[in-house]
């Protein structure tokens, strides 16, 4: 099974910050992987698949990149409505594997 | 518009059972596969289990294989997970979520339903 690892576990930023998210994977794969955000009793809400393709409606201050092992999450300019877990997920085999999160919080 | 309804989820002494619910809509049921996600109050998300969308095969994780099935009824619209032996470890809020078609990711979650194991 693949293990997905994030860090930093947690972070705290200010607005219009620059956050950036790391994703490791025990073994590689290309780009079979996805970000979510999910705040405070809510579903979680696909950002990211591809590993860098955008889902529709998400802002373009959202972007992702990496592959083989490596993945990054960046927020170009935090606003207020980011701050929130954010979870990743391969999908190059089963069992799926989502990383243990990394919450962003306001400094 | 992609709807998901779980149901199911209650309070249940460890060692119970229970089959959980998820009447979806919005979309071709019988195309698309299905997954099972648990989220733990405090914790992260946690894949579960996966079926096609045929219902032939079918996915676990580790952590429940041997103690829950996952199954589908593609004339309803309905996914089901039969959770037997049930553990402490397994309180959590379930989520009915269908993959994408363009890979096993999740665009659409419902407001999941919760399973209490408690002795």
């Known amino acids: 099974a693949i293990r997905m690892t994030q860090s930093p576990s947690s972070l705290s930023a200010s607005i219009g910050d620059r956050v950036t998210i790391t994703c490791r994977a025990s073994?590689?794969?290309?780009?079979?992987l996805a970000w979510y955000q999910q705040k405070p009793g809510e579903a979680p809400r696909l950002l990211i698949y591809g590993a860098s393709t955008l889902q529709s409606g998400v802002p373009s201050r959202f972007s992702g990149s990496g592959s083989g092992t490596d993945f990054t999450l960046t927020i170009s300019s935090l606003q207020s409505e980011d701050f929130a877990t954010y979870y990743c997920?391969?999908?190059?085999?089963?069992?799926?594997?989502f990383g243990g999160g990394t919450r962003v919080e306001i400094k | 518009e992609v709807q998901l309804v779980e149901s199911g989820g209650g309070l249940i002494q460890p060692g119970g059972s229970l089959r959980l619910s998820c009447a979806a809509s919005?979309?071709?049921?019988?195309?698309?596969?299905m997954s099972w996600v648990r989220q733990a109050s405090g914790k992260g998300l946690e894949w579960v289990s996966g079926i096609s969308g045929s219902g032939r095969s079918t996915y676990y994780a580790d952590s429940v294989k041997g103690r829950f099935t996952i199954s589908r009824d593609n004339s309803k619209g309905t996914l089901y997970l039969q959770i037997n032996s049930l553990r402490a470890e397994d309180t959590a809020v379930y989520f009915c979520v269908p993959v994408s078609g363009r890979g096993e990711y999740f665009p659409h979650w419902g407001q999941g339903t919760l399973v209490t194991v408690f002795s």
């Open positions: 919005g979309f071709t049921f019988s195309s698309f596969a």
């Open positions: 997920q391969q999908y190059y085999n089963y069992p799926l594997s």
């Open positions: 073994q590689g794969f290309n780009n079979y």
